[in-house]
């Protein structure tokens, strides 16, 4: 076997430490500042505060690097209401006010869509509780050989390592409050090198765990996990080695924010924000102005959270989504709620062929909601099913402002744009715009 010499990755973690002051935020709402004209972003700092950080990464064109002491503070900065955000990687704006967190994206959104829509305003962001909003979470274990322990929770900042927490202030409170209890039990399993994570749904009917092991657990250690969630009203999945997830108890969970109650299965995609999710699709309907004669496509649909919305609005919906599991789920959904006039089908909207049925079809209205890689390969061709409207419901700006071009080059306007605060307290930056053709 050959031999070749690799360079080791150079994280320049021992780098002296940098003292700066911080001039503006990047686009995570990280505080940005400069040495040598090379950007350094800070995450945790606020403008005006002068501070000492350590570089935990270093490129040609910017450096990322770790807080270490804030030297000289903004008046504006606020006392985290979490014991973990010094560690935990999740909420990383907990030190600035809600309402400035709310106006550092509006500013870093229209910066972003500056080229494609230089004089379009912001309409005010849809916002929710601030708190206790998350409906679900995947909390990482890893059992530690050395110190004979579990670490439960979430990844650290800029790192790998989980850092075991006790509570979480943005999860629901149903699955925030049993914390201590699941990691007690999970401690007690005779094999804890197999545990892989935990998912935690609070769906509308019931709450459900999800645990996932990397081999099958020992009859004692799956009595001990069904024990707990009959004892809590949980329902229960086990998703062993390559087993698909089996179902131990309780109810299949269901959520119906948007009037329409949908089955779904913990590994599916749902939106974490149930209030700001229903204000998210009540808007998009308003935007896409739907009649009742028209032909609407739905694009990355998911179980249907758009599609079924839609179908009570218009003369027929499509819903085209990338993973199989999620269309059947769709459709049996659309059995079981009796709405024939919605139809899904599976398609890889990045390598479209040409010979899907539904890509011939006209349609009067187009709605899309990808994931952060955002809409390439179905972006391009949207002008072809000659949609008068369009909204766009984005994850990712970087990649909304990418595919925003395409639309302007195929003869679309921007017409409104919004940020959606879906996930308070971080960078996350979610939003929508209507485009007219």
Known sequence: ????????????????????????????????????????????????????????????????????????????????FCPHFQQCGGCTLQHMPYEQQLEVKQQAFAKVMSKVAPQQELEAPIVGNSRSYRRRARISLLWDTKKNKLHFGFREGQSKNIVT?????????????????????????????ILGHLELVEADNTNVILLRTSAELRSKDSKAVLDFAQKNNFTLYLHEGQSKPRKLCGES??????????????????QVNRSVNHQMVSQAIEWLDVRENERVLDLFCGIGNFTFPLSAKAKAVVGIEGVEEMVSRANDNAQTLGVDIAKFHQANLAELTGKESWASERFDKILLDPARAGAAGVVEKLSSFGASRIVYVSCNPSTLARDSESLLEQGYKVIKMRILDMFPHTGHLESMVLFEK
Do not use: W
């Open 253 to 270: 969970p269901k959520c119906d924010e948007t009037g329409f109650e949908l089955d779904f299965l913990p590994t599916d995609f749902i």
């Open 1 to 80: 076997m050959a031999n070749f010499y690799k360079p080791q990755k150079n994280n320049n973690r021992t780098q002296k430490h940098l003292s700066l002051t911080i001039e503006k935020y990047d686009f995570q709402g990280a505080g940005m500042a400069y040495t040598q004209g090379k950007p350094v972003f800070v995450s945790g700092a606020l403008v005006g505060e002068k501070v000492v950080c350590q570089p935990v990464e270093s490129k040609a064109k910017f450096i990322k690097a770790k807080l270490i002491k804030v030297l000289k503070a903004s008046d504006e900065r606020v006392t985290a």
């Open 165 to 193: 927490v006790n509570q979480c202030p943005v999860l629901a409170d149903s699955l925030a409050s049993l914390f201590p209890e699941m990691k007690a039990l999970l401690e007690g399993v005779s094999q804890p090198k």
